[in-house]
């Protein structure tokens, strides 16, 4: 099955976070911060955001229906058992429906709102038997390919467990046209053997989501603009090479610094800079923008034009399950994890624009 073809813009969701934190998890006001909460970066979610179909829900941010119970297995499943389980719902036709199917791993994060925990979902989802722990999707991990991404609807983690490991389903059907393929297009047997797609059901045949431009990625002056996204990265590499009268404290970002510390270095980024031009942290969404999961180490689209990307890149967003955390995109594997703020030394990438980030190049 080809997916979606579109060139237009697909700027990132907002994250639903709308509190900030501090390095050692207070609560603060946001007026002046560079957080996640004070930026709001991304398409703000409708309201009401889901409407109620039959058996399913619509999320009327993505157009996706869900099943309405969060758990019609009942039981954890490995991972071909859940696509097993999927096979039988659509022989039955359950909801009137012969085209469920697994998510993928973008259609399962969609839910995740990281202004919640326990679960890490939307308040007006309305969902029954969430079961708050590991949900499989149809995407494959390329860095371990027996493995297969899951999501922790607790939290919001997204991770990889062995195929033969098991965890919940959540049944999904419909085709988005706001969410962005994987970039999977392999297939795999539960010991990591390739296999052929057809007939599967895994994310590398199906491939639903708008199609990524050719090229997606233009380099300009001192960032490169990601044509899918809209949003200007700063060139990885750039950091390590700043002119001596620059602040020193910048030669350090893609050796790995603290949050408060990443916050900080992006505001000396920015010391000289008119408003329009402002760097700031990537939220979560953002950064997981970049993944490709048919790739790793790192997992970024195939003929990228950063250099010497680092392994991990701190996000501007505050995990609400433990405030003094925040969120990290792994890239060597393509993972969303969290570090302790005052301690963990990730690396820095700055990010500005989004939307109309095409219509203001060059940049200086």
């Known amino acids: 099955m080809k997916p979606e ?8 969701f907002a994250t639903g976070q709308d509190a900030c934190y501090d390095a050692q998890g207070h609560s603060i006001p946001c007026t002046g911060q560079m957080q996640d909460a004070a930026i709001r970066a991304g398409v703000p979610w409708p309201s009401p955001r889901f409407e109620p179909a039959g058996e399913t829900f619509i999320d009327l941010l993505t157009g996706l229906a869900w099943w309405h119970d969060a758990n019609p297995a009942e039981f954890p499943l490995s991972w071909s058992e859940a696509f097993e389980f999927i096979a039988q719902m659509n022989q039955t036709a359950w909801g009137g429906h012969a085209d469920w199917r697994l998510p993928n791993r973008r259609e399962l994060r969609s839910l995740i709102d990281y202004g919640h925990h326990r679960p890490a979902l939307p308040p007006d989802l309305p969902a029954r038997h969430v079961f708050q722990s ?11 390919p027996d493995h297969a991404w899951y999501v922790d609807l607790a939290g919001g983690r997204m991770f990889y467990g062995g195929k033969d490991q098991r ?20 297939c795999f047997e539960t010991g990591g053997k390739a296999m052929a797609c057809a007939g599967t059901g895994q994310d590398g045949e199906s491939r639903l989501g ?23 990265w700063y060139r990885p590499g750039r950091l390590k090479n700043l002119e ?16 408060e510390a990443a916050l900080n270095c992006i505001a000396e980024l920015n010391a000289t800079l008119p408003p329009e031009q402002a760097w700031r942290l990537p939220n979560i969404n953002e950064l997981e923008s970049l993944v490709d999961s048919d790739r790793d180490q790192p997992a970024l689209p195939d003929a990228h034009p950063f250099l010497d990307p680092g392994d991990v890149y701190w996000s501007s967003t ?3 399950y433990e405030p003094d955390w925040a969120w990290a995109l792994y890239l060597g594997k ?3 994890g969290v570090g302790h703020k005052p301690f963990a030394r990730f690396a820095v990438w700055p990010v500005r624009g989004g939307q ?9």
């Open 334 to 336: 393509g993972a969303l």
């Open 318 to 320: 505050t995990s609400v």
């Open 5 to 12: 073809t579109s060139h237009a813009i697909q700027p990132c």
């Open 244 to 259: 001596n009268g620059r602040p020193g404290r910048l030669k350090n970002l893609e050796n790995g610094v603290n949050w």
């Open 210 to 232: 708008i199609a990524w431009p050719s090229p997606r990625f233009v380099t300009v002056a001192e960032g490169v603009i990601d044509s899918l996204t809209g949003l200007v």
């Open 134 to 144: 590991w949900y499989w999707t149809s995407t494959t991990a390329a860095i371990h």
């Open 167 to 186: 965890y919940m389903v959540w049944p999904v059907r419909g085709r988005s046209v706001t969410l962005p393929v994987t970039g999977q297009h392999r």
């Open 356 to 364: 109309d980030a095409m219509n203001r190049v060059p940049l200086i």
